[in-house]
């Protein structure tokens, strides 16, 4: 293991993106299966390292989002355009009694159908590239193998020409997901920039808040617009969807500031505890079991002695070792980690269903003749969705960080998690204020279409700003170590 030499050049193996997510990540929920048959001998591929002692659930989730998030969103939306053209451009009689049935105002057809399409996409794409993931790569059945494919791990990291970090507040306390960091920060050429790439497990739950609240919300908005239909023939304010957007937006905003804020926690607290780290402090599942296998009750090897002895061998001493977690590892993950929750193209992939309401909401004009509205109904939902919504969450996280510490009573702790939800609502509302007030001031001169284009560059140049950090602010780590860089 010492020398980063396999043993036989078939030890070294990967499985498929797509096997290694297969039955909903089974593989990572403790689910017992000959997964080793699936994998096959390879010379390059990702390493994905992990804890086994975190939430498994939050885990899948998140590899699903990094993994299948862009077709998802990318197929979806086409989807949703070419719906939308169909409505607009079809002339069938049955079309007009549908678009009648619901509403004049929004006809539910892009949402539905590009939901559908989104979790079908993100679930069953077959996405082709080659990772190694410990369960699936080493053979859990045959105790020779077994033993054979861990001592091939040095030859593993090796070979990798990348590394995909799954951190959750368990990681750093593992011994051999820190081993692994090192080893392949180790087996990098002089001079080479490692590919190493962290992703929160917590980004998981976040993002199927957010989706779900975007979902509900846009559910609200359709029936908004029937009981306006109903109620006042389709003039003046649509109050029901304000009083309901408002209830379900301060829902989400609460679960989504509280993640949040307590993300920026557990990244703080990984700082301080990888400034003081000592391998002996490191926990090995060896070591918590004395040494005994719980199932069959017979002796297990000390997965302390055989890292040792890596670790003397790569870099000379412990001493060395633990230097360069306290700093190199240390500098990588507190970099990347501050900015790994949230991402300019995340929000977007996560977010498209904002874009096929304002589409399906621009079906009735369409059909009506009426382009130019049209076409601000689209504009809009581009401004919200690329512009608006990224610019708003970048805001809502720096407000966290601000709030990050955890206060005394559960109560008072999950207050502030609420003043932080209302301060977001009431920057939305202002948003959408601001915009009414825009369109009024300037409707009289330009025509909605002119309008609706204003409004979206108007919104992308915010996003732009607010996440172009290098130019508009600084770009350093939250959390106080120094800036790595790698790319995020």
Same mark, same amino acid.
């Given at each position: 293991?010492?020398?980063?030499?396999?043993?036989?050049?078939?030890?070294?193996?990967?499985?498929?993106?797509?096997?290694?997510?297969?039955?909903?990540?089974?593989?990572?929920?403790?689910?017992?299966?000959?997964?080793?048959?699936?994998?096959?001998?390879?010379?390059?591929?990702?390493?994905?390292?992990?804890?086994?002692?975190?939430?498994?659930?939050?885990?899948?989730?998140?590899?699903?989002?990094?993994?299948?998030?862009?077709?998802?969103?990318?197929?979806?939306?086409?989807?949703?355009?070419?719906?939308?053209?169909?409505?607009?451009?079809?002339?069938?009689?049955?079309?007009?009694?549908?678009?009648?049935?619901?509403?004049?105002?929004?006809?539910?057809?892009?949402?539905?159908?590009?939901?559908?399409?989104?979790?079908?996409?993100?679930?069953?794409?077959?996405?082709?590239?080659?990772?190694?993931?410990?369960?699936?790569?080493?053979?859990?059945?045959?105790?020779?193998?077994?033993?054979?494919?861990?001592?091939?791990?040095?030859?593993?990291?090796?070979?990798?020409?990348?590394?995909?970090?799954?951190?959750?507040?368990?990681?750093?306390?593992?011994?051999?997901?820190?081993?692994?960091?090192?080893?392949?920060?180790?087996?990098?050429?002089?001079?080479?920039?490692?590919?190493?790439?962290?992703?929160?497990?917590?980004?998981?739950?976040?993002?199927?808040?957010?989706?779900?609240?975007?979902?509900?919300?846009?559910?609200?908005?359709?029936?908004?617009?029937?009981?306006?239909?109903?109620?006042?023939?389709?003039?003046?304010?649509?109050?029901?969807?304000?009083?309901?957007?408002?209830?379900?937006?301060?829902?989400?905003?609460?679960?989504?500031?509280?993640?949040?804020?307590? $993300? *920026? +926690?557990? @990244? =703080?607290?990984?700082?301080?505890? &990888?400034?003081? %780290?000592?391998?002996?402090?490191?926990?090995?599942?060896?070591?918590?079991?004395?040494?005994?296998?719980?199932?069959?009750?017979?002796?297990?090897?000390?997965?302390?002695?055989?890292?040792?002895?890596?670790?003397?061998?790569?870099?000379?001493?412990?001493?060395?070792?633990?230097?360069?977690?306290?700093?190199?590892?240390?500098?990588?993950?507190?970099?990347?980690?501050?900015?790994?929750?949230?991402? $300019? *193209? +995340?929000? @977007? =992939?996560?977010?498209?269903?904002? &874009?096929?309401? %304002?589409?399906?909401?621009?079906?009735?004009?369409?059909?009506?003749?009426?382009?130019?509205?049209?076409?601000?109904?689209?504009?809009?939902?581009?401004?919200?969705?690329?512009?608006?919504?990224?610019?708003?969450?970048?805001?809502?996280?720096?407000?966290?960080?601000?709030?990050?510490?955890?206060?005394?009573?559960?109560?008072?702790?999950?207050?502030?998690?609420?003043?932080?939800?209302?301060?977001?609502? *009431?920057?939305? @509302?202002?948003?959408?204020?601001?915009?009414?007030?825009? %369109?009024?001031?300037?409707?009289?001169?330009?025509?909605?279409?002119?309008?609706?284009?204003?409004?979206?560059?108007?919104?992308?140049?915010?996003?732009?700003?607010?996440?172009?950090?290098?130019?508009?602010?600084?770009?350093?780590?939250?959390?106080?170590?120094?800036?790595?860089?790698?790319?995020?």
């Amino acid at each position: 293991m010492s020398e980063m030499k396999p043993t036989r050049p078939e030890m070294v193996r990967s499985v498929r993106v797509f096997q290694a997510l297969r039955n909903f990540g089974a593989a990572f929920r403790g689910v017992e299966a000959d997964f080793y048959s699936m994998s096959k001998p390879t010379k390059k591929m990702q390493f994905w390292s992990h804890s086994w002692h975190g939430s498994m659930t939050a885990k899948v989730l998140t590899l699903y989002l990094t993994q299948n998030a862009f077709p998802a969103a990318f197929l979806s939306t086409i989807l949703a355009f070419c719906v939308t053209m169909f409505f607009a451009l079809s002339r069938i009689p049955s079309l007009d009694h549908v678009v009648s049935t619901f509403s004049e105002r929004a006809v539910p057809c892009c949402l539905p159908l590009a939901f559908a399409s989104y979790g079908l996409v993100l679930l069953f794409w077959q996405r082709q590239e080659e990772v190694f993931v410990d369960k699936l790569c080493i053979n859990e059945w045959d105790r020779q193998l077994k033993a054979e494919g861990i001592l091939n791990i040095g030859a593993i990291l090796k070979s990798s020409d990348s590394m995909l970090v799954l951190w959750d507040k368990t990681y750093q306390k593992r011994l051999w997901c820190l081993f692994e960091i090192a080893a392949f920060l180790h087996s990098r050429p002089d001079g080479q920039k490692p590919h190493l790439v962290i992703r929160p497990t917590l980004l998981g739950p976040l993002v199927a808040v957010l989706n779900l609240g975007l979902i509900v919300g846009s559910g609200a908005a359709y029936l908004s617009a029937y009981v306006a239909d109903l109620t006042s023939e389709g003039s003046g304010p649509i109050l029901p969807f304000w009083v309901l957007f408002g209830l379900i937006t301060v829902q989400v905003q609460f679960a989504v500031a509280d993640l949040a804020r307590r $993300y *920026c +926690r557990e @990244v =703080e607290d990984l700082s301080q505890e &990888l400034r003081s %780290f000592r391998l002996d402090d490191a926990r090995a599942w060896c070591c918590s079991v004395g040494h005994v296998n719980p199932a069959s009750g017979g002796s297990i090897p000390c997965d302390r002695a055989v890292v040792e002895r890596c670790i003397c061998s790569w870099f000379g001493c412990v001493d060395e070792f633990e230097r360069t977690v306290r700093t190199e590892v240390l500098s990588i993950l507190d970099s990347q980690l501050s900015t790994a929750l949230t991402s $300019y *193209c +995340r929000i @977007v =992939e996560a977010s498209p269903c904002i &874009l096929w309401a %304002f589409a399906d909401f621009s079906v009735s004009p369409m059909l009506e003749g009426n382009a130019d509205a049209a076409m601000r109904l689209l504009l809009r939902g581009f401004a919200y969705w690329l512009g608006v919504v990224p610019a708003f969450l970048a805001v809502l996280y720096r407000m966290a960080h601000c709030l990050r510490r955890a206060r005394r009573s559960w109560c008072l702790d999950k207050l502030v998690s609420m003043m932080l939800a209302c301060f977001g609502v *009431c920057l939305f @509302v202002c948003t959408a204020v601001a915009e009414g007030a825009l %369109f009024g001031l300037l409707r009289p001169w330009l025509p909605r279409a002119a309008y609706g284009a204003i409004f979206c560059f108007s919104s992308l140049t915010l996003a732009a700003l607010l996440w172009n950090r290098p130019r508009c602010f600084p770009r350093r780590p939250l959390f106080g170590a120094s800036a790595a860089t790698l790319r995020v």
